[in-house]
């Protein structure tokens, strides 16, 4: 399977504990990006990386939020002390660079659910 | 605010005919635009795209529509089946300077129904 994969794909967990996700993208994809999708809602973006390096992070990124993509190819993020209102789908999606980057290809989520 | 919105949050079609999903935007800076479908426990998935240079692309049973001075766009799905049954998001980015990634910013999405 050469798609955008994510891990796990459902994680349950009580209100103040930590979770990380894992994402590994398209092999031959350099950008990398994680959204967040709460019911009936849009994804939003969160951040995004260029190769290893984090280029954009969105005002909906507390600072208990913290994602890594430390050799450029997968991608972690970290929620730390969650929260009720952490409770959405977790979408990680990879582009490539040059004609059609604008095409981000989505992998299928981590559902996130805190009691 | 809402930059994207798509205004219908259900849309019912027979199979067979035309299903159009409206989407309209308000940043101008916005250059390219894309629909996405989501299908349950699914990532979304790309469809089908525009630049702001074109009015129209197709592909297939697709079509998307832009009409830049109104700031809307839309896709056009004919014949529709009922295999399309679907959340259909439309999607907006800045244009993309210097190799540099694109932050997408989705419509709340249409929950497309087509009855055989």
């Known amino acids: 399977d050469t798609g955008v994969s994510q891990n796990p794909r459902h994680k349950i967990t009580k209100r103040g504990q930590n979770v990380t996700f894992r994402c590994d993208p398209i092999?031959?994809?350099?950008?990398l990006y994680w959204y967040r999708q709460t019911l009936g809602q849009g994804p939003e973006f969160l951040t995004y990386f260029q190769n290893e390096a984090q280029l954009e992070k969105s005002r909906l990124l507390s600072d208990r939020f913290s994602a890594e993509r430390p050799k450029g190819s997968f991608s972690t993020l970290e929620i730390q002390r969650t929260e009720q209102g952490d409770s959405a789908m977790y979408l990680c999606a990879s582009s490539s660079r040059g004609s059609g980057a604008a095409e981000q290809f989505f992998g299928p989520g981590t559902r996130l659910t805190v009691l | 605010d809402q930059q994207v919105k798509q205004n219908s949050p259900s849309l019912s079609v027979q199979e067979g005919r035309i299903s159009i999903l409206n989407c309209d935007y308000t940043?101008?800076?916005?250059?390219?635009f894309l629909w996405y479908k989501k299908y349950p426990a699914e990532g979304p998935t790309f469809l089908i795209s525009i630049s702001s240079i074109k009015d129209k692309n197709e592909d297939g049973r697709f079509t998307v529509f832009l009409n830049k001075s109104a700031k809307h766009l839309s896709l056009h799905i004919v014949p529709s089946q009922p295999g399309d049954s679907a959340v259909y998001f439309c999607a907006a980015t800045p244009p993309l300077y210097n190799n540099a990634g694109n932050m997408l910013t989705f419509g709340g999405g249409t929950r497309l129904m087509v009855k055989p």
């Open positions: 092999s031959e994809h350099n950008r």
């Open positions: 940043n101008s800076m916005f250059d390219y």
